[in-house]
């Protein structure tokens, strides 16, 4: 029941990605064995069991159910989770105090609707009427 904006959103991922990688850090430094497979660059980032369910589609997914490693591109991965997320908007009152606590609004799932603002000129440009639909 929490919204976030696509930045705190992918300040969550960030964090999550610093945590998995620094886990998975531990984990190689703690085990006796020489770590076997290639070593990833610096903008790649090995994607564990949640964020591939979260992340790769149902065909990705049947591909890479053999392999254990798995890494895809920060990048890649920023913008599939922001892919995955769903658009919701708040209408906020007019005349509303700029601290306003929006979490007490009702959330509309989905995109805000269009908004069309139009002038109507009458009595030969002396009234004007504004439409906002």
Not at 58 to 86: C, H, N, P, V
Not at 91 to 103: E, M, R, W, Y
Request: charge should be neutral; glycine fraction near 4%.
């Amino acid at each position: 029941d929490t919204f976030f904006t696509f930045a705190e959103a992918k300040e969550v991922l960030s964090r999550y990605l610093k945590a998995a990688e620094e886990e998975r850090k531990a984990e190689s430094n703690s085990s006796e064995k020489m770590p076997c497979g290639k070593e990833m660059r610096r903008d790649e980032v090995a994607v564990d069991a949640v964020l591939k369910d979260a992340l790769l589609t149902r065909d990705e997914l049947a591909t890479s159910k053999g392999s254990e490693e798995f890494s895809m591109k920060k990048e890649e991965i920023f913008s599939r989770w922001q892919a995955a997320l769903q658009p919701c908007h708040v209408i906020v009152p007019a005349g509303a105090p700029k601290n306003l606590d929006v979490s007490t609004l009702k959330v509309h799932k989905g995109t805000c609707p269009p908004v069309k603002i139009s002038v109507e000129d009458r009595f030969g440009g002396r009234k004007h009427i504004t439409h906002v639909v």
